[in-house]
């Protein structure tokens, strides 16, 4: 079983930053760690979620939704098992709440894990609010 816990969120003026953090903790083999997709997502009350990021945890590739490319950076460090997404030039539309996801898919990439429908473990998520 795996657990995600997200953190970092909080309320910022537009043009600000912040760092959302995802720490994963249970049981899950090295193995299976390097072979997994790892992504970010948002949501809003009545819409539905909408793809951020993905990043391929074997090789590090990313991918990135049109709306946040070039603002918004994924990364993970394997020796923390901690997924990151750093967004800078925050504007009041990325308001929403984040959640991150796994999911073990050998052979991926970065530009595919964005796209996956069935990530199979989900964080709690953490609130982001940007103003103008």
């Known amino acids: 079983q795996v657990q995600l816990v997200e953190s970092g969120g909080g309320s910022v003026q537009a043009g600000g930053t912040l760092r959302l953090s995802c720490v994963e903790s249970g049981y899950r083999l090295d193995y299976s760690r390097i072979r997994s997709c790892m992504g970010w997502f948002r949501q809003t009350p009545g819409r539905e979620r909408e793809r951020v990021a993905g990043?391929?945890?074997?090789?590090?590739?990313?991918g990135y939704a049109d709306s946040v490319k070039g603002r918004f950076t994924i990364s993970y460090d394997n020796a923390k098992n901690t997924l990151y997404l750093q967004m800078d030039s925050l504007k009041p539309e990325d308001t929403a709440m984040y959640y991150c996801?796994?999911?073990?898919?050998?052979?991926?990439?970065?530009?595919?894990?964005?796209?996956?429908?069935?990530?199979?473990?989900w964080g709690q998520g953490t609130q982001v609010t940007v103003s103008s």
């Open positions: 990043i391929y945890v074997g090789d590090d590739s990313t």
């Open positions: 996801a796994t999911l073990y898919r050998p052979g991926s990439s970065g530009e595919s894990c964005i796209t996956i429908n069935n990530y199979a473990y």
